[in-house]
């Protein structure tokens, strides 16, 4: 199986952890992300406005780009997923905002068909959950994490606007618990998995971000957590930032650890 990929600016430089482990993964469960071509920044958060278009530019580019392979666009990092997911509902539904897109992508050099958000898009979990799923997951662990205890943390962008999203129940999701149960460790439910952890108000406000992050990595460590995963490059920097009392780690990093690649990947 073969996917379009748009990996993002974060994971080519602190985050490439998250990208090199969700690569080796995915091969080794019979999928392969193919690089989207000349992928330019997504923008790092979804501007609402309905007349802000030039920020949205580049995602319509790499969702085109996609369709013109005939191919699904995977993404792994939680900001990015958010701007290209709601960018390609926009393209959907709202005919105002695609015909001004549109206009602008019919001066590009290169000419395309006109885009109307003909492009699936997959959050890395939602390619294992709904496409490859949790039964071949579990079947391909070479090194079950039996005994670990593993906290979910969600975030916002992952899940928020629900209504665009479609990731999961927005207040009670499982998608994350699901998929730590197959790589064999326990799942730990705790109060504020899905909860903010003030990463966008780390330089505005360094003390409230600071509490914010502290209240979800205590939350954990309290319901027994021994890490916490998450798909977040900005989460993982601000939880370990304000001195998580558990590791954080991405979710890609415990599922190469499962399937045995993770030692492979240090290695290249």
Not at 186 to 195: D, H, L, T
Request: aromatic share 8%; hydrophobic share 35%.
């Amino acid at each position: 199986m073969k996917f379009s990929y748009y990996p993002g600016c974060t994971l080519r430089t602190k985050a490439k952890e998250l990208d090199r482990w969700a690569r080796s993964s995915a091969l080794a469960l019979g999928a392969e992300l193919c690089e989207v071509e000349d992928w330019q920044c997504c923008g790092g958060v979804y501007v609402s406005a309905r007349d802000e278009i030039a920020t949205k530019l580049s995602s319509v580019r790499a969702l085109m780009s996609a369709r013109d392979k005939g191919q699904p666009l995977v993404t792994v990092c939680s900001a990015c997923h958010n701007v290209i997911k709601q960018t390609n509902h926009a393209m959907q539904t709202d005919k105002e905002f695609a015909d001004k897109v549109n206009l602008y992508m019919s001066q590009d050099k290169e000419k395309r068909e006109p885009y109307h958000g003909e492009t699936q898009v997959y959050h890395y979990l939602e390619l294992l959950r709904d496409v490859i799923g949790f039964d071949k997951v579990r079947e391909a662990v070479k090194n079950p994490l039996t005994g670990k205890k593993v906290a979910a943390y969600y975030g916002c962008l992952l899940l928020r606007p629900g209504s665009v999203m479609g990731f999961d129940d927005v207040e009670n999701p499982r998608i994350m618990e699901d998929f730590i149960r197959a790589l064999g460790a326990e799942p730990v439910i705790y109060p504020m998995r899905n909860e903010c952890c003030g990463g966008y108000m780390a330089t505005e406000d360094p003390a409230l971000a600071a509490k914010k992050s502290g209240a979800v990595s205590e939350s954990a460590a309290g319901h027994g957590a021994d890490v916490i995963v998450t798909a977040c490059p900005l989460c993982k920097y601000n939880l370990v930032k304000n001195q998580s009392p558990v590791p954080v780690v991405y979710f890609t990093e415990l599922l190469a650890e499962a399937l045995g690649v993770k030692e492979d990947t240090h290695a290249e």
